[in-house]
Nanobody, 109 residues
Framework: QVRLVESGGGLVQAGGSLRLSCVRSGLSFSPVGWFRQAPGKEREFVGKIYWSGSTEYRDSVKGRFTISRNKAKNTVYLQTNSLKPEDTAIYYC?????WGQGTQVTVSS
């Protein structure tokens, strides 16, 4: 059974950066995706990383967000740069139909 735990969220000013982490327990070759949910809005796809290492992103974060991983630590990272107030949301990672508890990112203007 796959379990996911996110961390790294916080409060940052517009233009700042945060690195979110998602630790995955349980062996899996499935992709790991990042999603976010802002207050009053539906959860939306942010990006994902495949076993091959290839990545994909939603258009609004391309060039600002980067997904990477450390296989030895079974951890996937979401580096968020040039943050905007509209990036404020709870960020979740997902894999094998499992979800983490989320980590809050708040960007002040």
């Amino acid at each position: 059974q796959v379990r996911l735990v996110e961390s790294g969220g916080g409060l940052v000013q517009a233009g700042g950066s945060l690195r979110l982490s998602c630790v995955r327990s349980g062996l899996s070759f499935s992709p790991v995706g990042w999603f976010r949910q802002a207050p009053g809005k539906e959860r939306e796809f942010v990006g994902k990383i495949y076993w091959s290492g290839s990545t994909e992103y939603r258009d609004s974060v391309k060039g600002r967000f980067t997904i990477s991983r450390n296989k030895a630590k079974n951890t996937v990272y979401l580096q968020t740069n040039s943050l905007k107030p509209e990036d404020t949301a709870i960020y979740y990672c997902n894999s094998n139909d499992a979800w983490g508890q989320g980590t809050q990112v708040t960007v002040s203007s």
